[in-house]
């Protein structure tokens, strides 16, 4: 099932797995600084980067330049930023809180405007002037997968599945709560140097049989649609995640 510049890492649980990812972080992280002193890293939302975000901030707290990294999010919900459903919210409670980051390293989506749309294209401007001329390549993207196939707010049967252009787009009408929401679309993740996907539980085990497919139907599982252009894609799977890939 692995395709080029493609692989998968598999391991009993999710503390496991998101240790070995930390690991590979910090030294992704490192690579990117001594190449161009920086490093963009883009967050995922939900439940399962939590425990990711505590390794971080505590077992590696010493061994990353914080001080380095630039945060945006692959995706966010269009609340405000204080919202319970909000993902800058999540990575604060668990990640920022703990660290001593700079507001000028942190690029939440700017869900205060007064339409998604607005977010979105004040997004994308924010991420171009970011990086400038040279074009917006990141150096990580996470992302984590749903049951349904979709990944950041990437939904099955989603207009913004086909969209090529823009880098950042507003999606309404989201088969989850809330309805509005803000998304990396597949143009800006693809250009990514290194992504990764988180995925734990056996609600996603089908879901990942899908992406892994040697021809994935990308309309009805969007994450099947994440291929980097010269980027490594990285899999990171719990055994109940990887239940049909390890028969």
């Not at 409670?93 to 989506?109: A, G, M, N, W």
């Not at 049951?147 to 252009?165: R, Y």
């Not at 309404?172 to 734990?200: A, G």
Request: with cysteine; hydrophobic share 40%; glycine share 6%.
């Amino acid at each position: 099932m692995a395709r080029r510049n493609q692989r998968i890492e598999i391991r009993e649980s999710l503390e496991v797995l998101s240790r070995a990812l930390a690991a590979d972080l910090a030294d992704q992280i490192a690579e990117s600084v001594a190449a161009r002193e920086i490093c963009s890293l883009a967050l995922s939302g939900g439940n399962t980067p939590q425990t990711l975000h505590r390794i971080l901030a505590g077992e590696f707290r010493e061994q990353i330049p914080w001080d380095k990294i630039h945060f945006f999010w692959g995706d966010e919900r269009y609340v405000p930023l204080d919202d319970e459903q909000s993902n800058f919210l999540m990575a604060k409670k668990t990640l920022f809180r703990f660290l001593e980051i700079d507001d000028s390293q942190i690029h939440p989506v700017p869900t205060q405007l007064k339409t998604s749309a607005d977010a979105a294209r004040r997004y994308e401007e924010e991420i171009r002037k970011f990086f400038g001329e040279s074009g917006p390549t990141l150096d990580i993207v996470l992302l984590g997968l749903g049951g349904d196939g979709h990944t950041a707010s990437l939904f099955p049967g989603n207009p913004v599945l086909k969209e090529q252009s823009r880098l950042v787009a507003p999606v309404c009408h989201s088969p989850k709560p809330p309805p509005d929401r803000i998304t990396f679309t597949y143009p800006l993740i693809n250009r990514t140097r290194r992504i990764h996907f988180l995925v734990s539980g056996a609600g996603k085990a089908e879901a990942v049989r899908r992406c892994l497919e040697n021809e994935p139907d990308i309309k009805q599982t969007p994450a099947a649609g994440i291929a980097p252009r010269s980027g490594e894609l990285v899999w990171w799977l719990d055994d109940e995640a990887a239940k049909y890939l390890l028969v």
